[in-house]
């Protein structure tokens, strides 16, 4: 009996750590902040203490995974991963380097999403043969993007002759359009195009808008649930990037439609 009531306690302890720990670290400590601002200005002010509520409601549901997984699900799922990939070359967008410093390995010079990106890309391009043409400029770093991923790629056993950089792009329109004309060059027509899934519905909308022939979406390193599967964590504030992710996806792709819907 004695070892139930354990055994329940040390359960509840675990789940009450998590709880205090969504709402000691930011953005949860935000949302009591905010909560007890709404309750203090109650009888004081109380458009103020709606204002204060309403925004820390607004925070909690932006931060909660299941809200974030919401927004990125339709943009990580609208393509799916190609069983027999095909084209004339392997096309990797970068997505942010750490730039400078001394490292062991190349793959520490790389952002997280990067890294996710250019290792796929290694992979197909041992299941295809494809050349590889990676690209990322230096916007925040001293380095290209595309010249650290392709560091990597080397590191992991690609030929020189199989690896191509575009390096001076600064966004994924420049992205496409700068990787058009090294394409061409090569008569390179038909392109598979690799970066993350939620990356991929404006990818594919810029890179077809450049003048390919063929773009075969391959979407890696989707992060939101396909469907259930939720825990209470899910539930709590926590999430600072995908939310934000997500919007700026939404915004990239109503931009770029109204943009090309007047030209």
């Known amino acids: 009996m004695l070892s139930w009531v354990f055994c329940i306690i040390i359960f509840n302890m675990f789940f009450l750590k998590k709880i205090i720990a969504a709402f000691v670290l930011p953005p949860g400590c935000l949302v009591l902040a905010l909560a007890g601002l709404a309750f203090y200005l109650r009888k004081r002010s109380r458009p103020a203490a709606l204002a204060c509520a309403a925004l820390s409601g607004l925070v909690w549901t932006g931060s909660a995974k299941i809200f974030s997984d919401a ?3 339709p943009l990580e799922y609208a393509y799916s991963v190609p ?3 095909a084209g004339d070359v392997i096309v990797i967008l970068c997505g942010g380097s750490r730039g400078g410093g ?8 790389l952002a997280s999403g990067t890294l996710e990106r ?4 290694f992979l197909l391009y041992k299941k295809t043969g494809l050349p590889l043409l990676v690209s ?3 916007l925040f770093s001293e380095v290209p993007e595309a010249a650290a991923a392709a560091a990597y790629l080397r590191e992991l056993g690609v030929p020189e002759e199989k690896i ?3 390096g001076a792009s600064r966004d994924t329109k420049e992205n496409a359009a700068f990787s058009r004309r090294i394409c061409a060059e090569k008569d390179y027509n038909n392109i598979i195009l690799l970066t993350s899934a939620y990356h991929m519905p404006r990818s594919v909308l810029l890179f077809n808008k450049a003048g390919f022939a063929s773009v075969a979406p391959f979407p890696v390193g989707r992060d939101a649930v396909a469907g259930g599967g939720y825990s209470f964590r899910d539930w709590l504030p926590g999430r600072r990037g995908e939310t934000a992710r997500a919007m700026n996806e939404y915004l990239g792709l109503l931009t770029y439609k109204l943009y090309y819907s007047f030209i």
Do not use: I
Not at 102 to 109: D, G, M, R, V, Y
Not at 118 to 121: F, G, I
């Open 83 to 85: 069983a027999e990939p």
């Open 118 to 121: 250019v290792s796929a890309a």
């Open 136 to 138: 990322g400029g230096a």
């Open 102 to 109: 001394e490292f062991f390995s190349a793959s520490e010079n």
């Open 164 to 166: 191509l950089t575009e």
């Open 71 to 73: 927004l990125m699900r």
